[in-house]
């Protein structure tokens, strides 16, 4: 079946980045766009952009635009979320989910998702 | 960006009644473009309702979604203890794509 495994939890300081990764099973790796979205402790969930594993195209919030990068390697079907100049306000847990495609289209909503990152920004 | 509003923040119900979840966008959304999923605690979230009302692969048909323009809903006709969980809607029509606040379905 169709499974996102994410990397482990990461403790970072303040001002370092993080990478993130997100390996892919079950499917063609580059037929579907890998978003990712985080959620921070006890609120919502906010998205952050996507990859297109075929192109290496990308598409980033405004708000993290010139934070985050997003990459793929398509020989190992992973997915690489990096994140910089991180601060308290990045701890949070990181999703990576897929475009989630009909029968006859595609949309920019997720299914399925990668079981979560945590990273966790502390001095 | 289109802002997301659910009411009420917090609904608290019995296994066996009806709920009711709103969704209210600031700029309409074209229906075919509005999604509901459920997270339960320490999971990730799960995609319920695609296109205001087409329910996802395997999700029971006590969920479903209506709505239009800038009002949507998700009704759960008879709640399971399972249900019991935060549902948050999403706009995917226009970047950047945006969630709600969420609504948290309590037992009372």
């Known amino acids: 079946q169709v499974q996102l495994v994410q990397s482990g939890a990461e403790v970072k300081k303040p001002g370092a980045s993080v990478r993130v990764s997100c390996k892919a099973s079950?499917?063609?790796?580059?037929?579907?766009?890998i978003h990712w979205v985080r959620q921070a402790p006890g609120q919502g969930l906010e998205w952050m952009g996507w990859?297109?594993?075929?192109?290496?195209?990308?598409n980033y919030a405004q708000k993290f635009q010139d934070r985050v990068t997003m990459t793929r390697d398509t020989s190992i079907r992973t997915a690489y979320m990096e994140l910089s100049r991180l601060n308290s306000d990045d701890t949070a847990v990181y999703y990576c989910?897929?475009?989630?495609?009909?029968?006859?289209?595609?949309?920019?909503?997720?299914?399925?998702w990668g079981q979560g990152t945590l990273v966790t920004v502390s001095s | 960006e289109i802002v997301l509003t659910q009411s009420p923040d917090t609904l608290s119900l019995s296994p066996g009644e009806r709920a009711t979840l709103s969704c209210r966008a600031s700029?309409?959304?074209?229906?075919?473009?509005l999604a509901w999923y459920q997270q339960k605690p320490g999971q990730a979230p799960r995609l319920l309702i695609y296109?205001?009302?087409s329910r996802a692969t395997g999700i029971p048909d006590r969920f479903s979604g209506s709505g239009s323009g800038t009002d949507f809903t998700l009704t759960i006709s008879r709640l399971e203890p399972e249900d019991f969980a935060v549902y948050y809607c999403?706009?995917?029509?226009?970047?950047?794509?945006?969630f709600g606040q969420g609504t948290r379905l309590e037992i009372k």
């Open positions: 989910a897929s475009q989630f495609c009909t029968s006859t289209s595609c949309g920019n909503l997720f299914d399925p």
């Open positions: 990859i297109n594993p075929k192109s290496g195209g990308t």
């Open positions: 999403q706009q995917y029509g226009r970047s950047p794509i945006t």
């Open positions: 079950g499917y063609t790796f580059t037929s579907f766009y």
């Open positions: 296109g205001a009302s």
């Open positions: 700029q309409s959304v074209s229906s075919t473009y």
